[in-house]
């Protein structure tokens, strides 16, 4: 299968670097975290694909969801995975072998990729969207993947206000430390907060039957993973690869009191405030 594919040097610049970098390390290293924190996500995505369909999964990162769409598409199907990022590619890669998965993986930028035209019965992401620099050209690229009639299902943030937890660290650190501003509209996280944003730019990329609504998930994460998770990923885990001691340990003190709210004896709770979005290729390009 890798043959339908034409290898591309990631283009998409800033995006490219982070995810190469300090972000794709985070999520190698807290991959299993991650994937049981999102699990509730990879679920419902792969409940809605079928046996036998071919399935592209956009920004797979270190590939749990390609995986388990590969197992529910089976041999007759096809799973594939696209990510801009090495080290996280490899990882899918490495999980791929260790389960002898028929899933593959592909290190390239999804908004710019040359596959086989018309290729794909459905193309899914959990969280993988929100980071193109011209979003509407990136699902343009993608719709000439997507065979006539195939179904995109994407899952992606609500806002910053409607997600405390996620915005709890940098918040909190203020206090201690100088962070950069997030920027709303520019590609990351929350890019894809305004539904009817996220409506133009899948009008405008040709996709029809455009259906986006709230989708609002309890999330659990063993209490002795919160750390990790907090001083590793996101704008303060970025923060803190160039934050000396004892600084550090100060912030770190000062985060992890601003989250007890959410631990719960063992558990760290929280709801995920998402959209669930879906929309259908009818025509070909
Ligand atoms: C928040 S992570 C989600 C990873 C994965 N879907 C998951 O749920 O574990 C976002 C992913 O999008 C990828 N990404 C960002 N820009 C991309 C692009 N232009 N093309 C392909 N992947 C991209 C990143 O490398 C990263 O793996």
Request: glycine share 6%; charged share 15%.
């Amino acid at each position: 299968m890798q043959t339908l594919i034409t290898a591309k040097t990631p283009a998409d610049g800033a995006q490219a670097q982070l995810w190469n970098g300090p972000a794709g390390r985070a999520w190698v290293d807290t991959q299993p975290v991650l994937d049981a924190l999102f699990q509730p996500f990879e679920q419902l995505l792969v409940a809605a694909a079928h046996r036998g369909q071919r399935v592209l999964d956009i920004g797979c990162g270190t590939g749990s969801t390609t995986l388990a769409l590969a197992r529910k598409v089976g041999p007759q199907g096809h799973s594939l995975g696209i990510d801009i990022s090495e080290p996280m590619i490899a990882t899918a890669r490495q999980r791929a072998v260790l389960e002898r998965s028929a899933a593959h993986f592909l290190c390239g930028d999804a908004q710019t990729q040359t596959f086989e035209p018309a290729h794909f019965d459905r193309l899914v992401s959990r969280f993988g969207v929100m980071f193109f620099s011209d979003a509407a050209q990136a699902f343009t690229n993608l719709r000439r993947v997507a065979a006539s009639d195939a179904v995109l299902h994407c899952i992606a943030w609500r806002s910053a206000a409607e997600n405390a937890f996620m915005t709890l660290a940098e918040r909190a650190a203020a206090s201690v430390l100088t962070l950069p501003a997030r920027q709303p509209d520019a590609p990351g996280q929350f890019a894809w907060a305004d539904a009817q944003k996220v409506h133009g730019i899948l009008t405008e990329s040709g996709w029809a039957g455009i259906d986006i609504q709230p989708l609002d998930v309890a999330c659990t994460l063993p209490e002795p993973a919160l750390l990790p998770y907090l001083t590793r990923l996101g704008p303060l885990g970025l923060a803190l690869q160039h934050t000396a001691e004892p600084m550090r340990e100060q912030v770190i003190n000062t985060v992890r009191a601003a989250f007890e709210p959410y631990v719960q004896g063992e558990q760290v709770r929280f709801t995920a405030a998402c959209w669930t979005i879906t929309a259908r290729n009818s025509r070909c390009i």
